[in-house]
DNA sequence: CTGAAAGCGCTAACAG
DNA sequence: CTGTTAGCGCTTTCAG
């Protein structure tokens, strides 16, 4: 089976390589293609199941139709519902996606970014990891086209789609309150994330609001180094919550992750949701699906995320001159883990 | 920021593109490279920070070291799986795997696999959907390189790394029926796909080895037109199922998705597992995690498919002479969600 | 040890 | 309306 290009089909044809360029490329028109040529052409290269060769295309046209996506972890709900969202919408810009995760690594980060570059993505769509402010500032030298997703960093002004997450914690620890309670630990990770740090200061700003003190242990910060001790880390932490003065009487997780192994754990001490203790997460986790009672959530909107993101890329792969900084808004979703008290 | 490239640096040193070509491939050796101009060269490379434009490099040596991956839906825990392992094994060969969700159409299936080959991958793993076969035996017809995962069609032959269905079945219903279970109800999509049949095979092989009469209604076959009606058809199919004359006392759910439809449904029923019915998987949902015993299932081996994948389409790429079918065991894990009668 | 030169397959002026 | 031409940035003979 030998390979069949533009020249081939142009022989078969018997007309030029950049006759048969115009006309694949639906430049017909515009280049006022003989009708009858084009339409031999056209069936030539059916015929002989012709295939354009995008690498030549790109080197060519130096755009290579790619964008690279950097996850931070494929396990991470939020991560398969974004590429999905991201991939659908580059579709129709006619853009492939290339994808990796990070795993939350600075490392890897940086290398995934490099091979990106190096395969001539077009542009990028980040969700930043932590430490990772060098390579940002990095893309911006290069004024390589990225946008960041679902985190950003404060201190340096990039295009980017995100959750108003503060907003999105304040509603949901005011939805909490006004269910009568006073006691609300929050649980989040060990961190210098800012979306993360945004929703403390949600929390603590909705307790402050309504002349509820702060207490230090409502906090818990979850040591997040390694991804597989998670769970004991959750554990030592409420534990550590129990055994506190205070007699909280609601959880509020600050990621689904962080929620699931929560409830694993409220699971295997058997306290019993809301009874005992009223539960609030951010975001849904599939594993949500099967617990005996539905979780009340903060839901970002990640179809609408994934979007933004390739259509402010799109634009900026144009022109460099798009600004965009977007923070969405959160729908809370209300389960049956919050009672009345 | 003017762009770099070989020719840049090279009049940067005082030499040829070709030498720079030759150091900055690992070939300054072989090639014999005075080896102070490699390191001259060396340096330059960095100082300019000169990145390879792998598209022209592409376009030269026909070798584009990417490999495309087809899944059949993002969704599935499988997919995310099985795309890390091939991720990460892809990278110790020094590819780059560019991925796509079939969402189980046959015509995303094609238009996938179309791009894919636009953008000359040098070959492809699979996930193959129902209905592909002409897919399939065109990639052959044209020598792409290919392997498929999980799923193979025994009509067709090709390369695979599968899983020993049948046996996999027929070990979990030997399970149940040891812990004394005598009308257990096996759970299965209305599909074509052969690994599924399997499945079935397994099942029925083990009830009649085992003297156990296969009646009608233990086969649930719950339609798969429409990803978002799978709750409602699994609901209506054990509806049936209760109503049936034969007192059933275990569900073996041919899927994960399955599974969790139909604890979710259990749930809902308040139907007690395992002192109700008890409770078999294949695979393991996420969602299984919060549920309030852990699911005894047969797990695959999503690590070693993966790297088997890579391994051998790396094979094929480089000799299109290798044939490899591989099915692999699956672990029982035990839960607690089987009981004994 | 090093350089010149010929493309890879396609696009896009430009000239007829 | 159509063909010629000059590359895109890199690899790789082949000569020196």
């Given at each position: ?19 048969v360029?115009?006309?694949l ?17 056209e069936?030539?290269a ?58 939350e ?28 402010e ?53 649980v ?8 993360l ?12 609001e ?12 979850i ?10 880390n ?7 919550m ?10 509020f ?89």
């Amino acid at each position: 089976m030998k390979k069949i290009g533009l020249k081939e089909i142009a022989e078969h044809v018997g007309v030029s390589a950049a006759l048969v360029s115009y006309v694949l490329n639906g430049q017909a028109v515009e280049k006022q293609v003989n009708k009858e040529t084009a339409e031999r052409i056209e069936l030539a290269a059916a015929q002989l199941n012709y295939r354009p060769n995008n690498i030549a295309r790109s080197l060519k046209t130096k755009k290579s139709h790619t964008i690279g996506l950097v996850v931070a972890d494929i396990n991470y709900r939020f991560s398969t519902g974004i590429t999905r969202a991201i991939e659908e919408e580059a579709k129709k810009h006619n853009y492939t996606v290339i994808y990796g995760s990070s795993n939350e690594r600075t490392d890897k980060f940086a290398e995934l970014i490099n091979v990106f570059l190096n395969r001539r993505v077009d542009g990028l769509i980040i969700v930043p990891v932590e430490n990772c402010e060098n390579q940002i500032l990095l893309l911006q030298r290069y004024e390589i086209p990225f946008v960041l997703v679902d985190r950003n960093f404060p201190g340096i002004k990039t295009n980017y789609i995100a959750l108003d997450n503060f907003k999105a914690s304040y509603t949901a620890t005011n939805y909490l309150i006004d269910k009568g309670h006073k006691n609300i630990c929050f649980v989040n990770y060990e961190t210098t994330l800012y979306h993360l740090h945004e929703r403390n200061r949600g929390f603590k700003v909705a307790l402050k609001e309504n002349g509820i003190k702060y207490k230090p242990g409502c906090l818990l910060e979850i040591p997040n180094d390694n991804r597989d001790e998670i769970y004991s880390n959750v554990k030592i932490a409420m534990d550590k919550m129990f055994k506190s003065k205070t007699p909280f009487d609601a959880l509020f997780f600050a990621t689904d992750t962080l929620a699931s192994n929560g409830l694993k754990y409220l699971n295997e001490l058997n306290i019993k949701v809301p009874d005992v203790l009223s539960v609030m997460s951010f975001d849904q986790s599939d594993a949500f699906e099967l617990f005996y009672c539905s979780i009340t959530h903060s839901r970002q909107p990640l179809e609408e995320m994934g979007k933004q993101a390739v259509n402010t890329l799109v634009e900026l792969m144009d022109n460099m001159k798009v600004s965009k900084q977007v923070s969405l808004e959160a729908d809370l979703i209300i389960g049956q883990s919050c009672k009345e008290v």
